[in-house]
């Protein structure tokens, strides 16, 4: 399948603060990244998921928008490829001074790590769909940002980066990002 060429690829990195109960990226360092334009407009969900199950990093596990209420994932990294649609989406909480607000369309992919909040803000066209999928062998979670998850969201600090890129396998930004968060 084809994939926007990685010298070609337009990326963009985000470091969230903390916000209260939700971590976002401040315990491993790693960026929310966004690969704009990723997949061909053209590109069915199908096609996605063929694509990730052949580079073999992630598992396509739904098709669905993204829920309006903050939450993030305590137990894995996500991998968001937008399907279908354009929407408004907002990463680290909405009161959060750091907070990311992004329009993403068809094609974008969005590398989440453990811990940042994400939620829909609008769907801007109706319609709206990503391939949620996680690293093989991590199953995710649900949290809010409560008193009740401080637990699990220690758990974050021992979770592992990807060894390879979700989309371009032995090469990618998320690999560069691995290497520099080390460093940190």
């Avoid at 209260?20 to 990244?33: C, E, F, G, R, V």
């Avoid at 998921?49 to 596990?61: K, M, T, Y």
């Avoid at 939450?71 to 399907?83: D, G, I, P």
């Avoid at 008193?147 to 021992?158: P, R, S, T, V, Y």
Wanted: charged share 25%; net charge negative.
């Amino acid at each position: 399948m084809a994939v926007a060429p990685l010298q070609t690829l337009r990326v963009s990195f985000h470091s969230i603060p903390r916000l209260n109960l939700i971590p976002n990226t401040s315990l491993q360092n790693y960026p929310l990244l966004i690969y704009h334009e990723c997949f061909p407009q053209s590109t069915s969900a199908a096609a996605i998921e063929a694509h990730l199950r052949f580079v073999g990093v992630v598992e396509p596990q739904w098709r669905y928008t993204m829920y309006n209420t903050t939450h993030f994932h305590s137990t894995t990294h996500e991998v968001l490829c937008v399907a279908s649609g354009r929407a408004r989406l907002c990463f680290g909480g909405e009161d959060d001074p750091g907070k990311v607000e992004a329009e993403l369309k068809q094609g974008d992919v969005i590398i989440i790590p453990a811990g940042v909040g994400h939620r829909l803000l609008q769907d801007l066209d109706g319609g709206f769909e990503m391939v949620g999928s996680y690293p093989k062998g991590k199953d995710w979670d649900m949290c809010y940002g409560r008193e009740d998850e401080k637990a699990k969201i220690e758990g974050i600090k021992n979770l592992g980066w990807f060894e390879k890129d979700p989309i371009y396998g032995d090469e990618g930004p998320v690999l560069d990002t691995g290497k520099q968060s080390l460093k940190m």
